[in-house]
Nanobody
C-alpha cells in the first residue's frame, strides 16, 4: 500500500498564504499524477489542482491565479502553494496520488485530509 502524509494546514487570515505538502511512501512503484481536492461537510469532494508526472497542471477556475501546484518526482512529494486566501477556501483538503505498477494497473490513494480555515 501507499501512504500519503500531509502537512501545512491551519488557520490563516483572509489574504494570507499557506503551503500544503504531501509525501508518498510505502509500496510506491512509480507515482503518476498527483493532486489536491477539497470537501466541506455536506458537499461533494471537488478538484482543486492536479499535476502529471511530466508537470502538466490543471486548476479549478476559482483558484486560478492564486494557487500553484508543484512536485518533486525524486522525493514523491507534491505541494500546493495557496495565496490570497478567501473564506470560501475553507475546507478539508485531501492529497491524491496514482501509483503506477504497469500501464494496466494504476491504483489511486488518498491522504487523511488536512484542515484549512480562512477567517479573520
Amino acid at each position: 500500500q501507499v501512504q500519503l502524509v500531509e502537512s501545512g494546514g491551519g488557520l490563516v487570515q483572509p489574504g494570507g498564504s499557506l503551503t500544503l505538502s504531501c509525501k508518498a511512501s510505502g509500496n510506491i512503484f512509480s507515482i503518476g499524477a498527483m493532486g489536491w481536492y477539497r470537501q466541506a461537510p455536506g458537499n461533494q469532494r471537488e478538484l482543486v489542482a492536479t499535476i502529471t508526472r511530466g508537470g502538466t497542471t490543471d486548476y479549478t477556475d476559482s483558484v486560478k491565479g492564486r494557487f500553484t501546484i508543484s512536485r518533486d518526482n525524486a522525493k514523491n512529494t507534491v505541494w500546493l502553494q495557496m495565496n490570497s486566501l478567501k473564506p470560501e477556501d475553507t475546507d478539508m483538503y485531501y492529497c491524491k496520488a496514482d501509483s503506477v505498477r504497469t500501464v494496466r494497473l494504476i491504483m489511486t490513494y488518498w491522504g487523511q485530509g488536512t484542515q484549512v480555515t480562512v477567517s479573520a
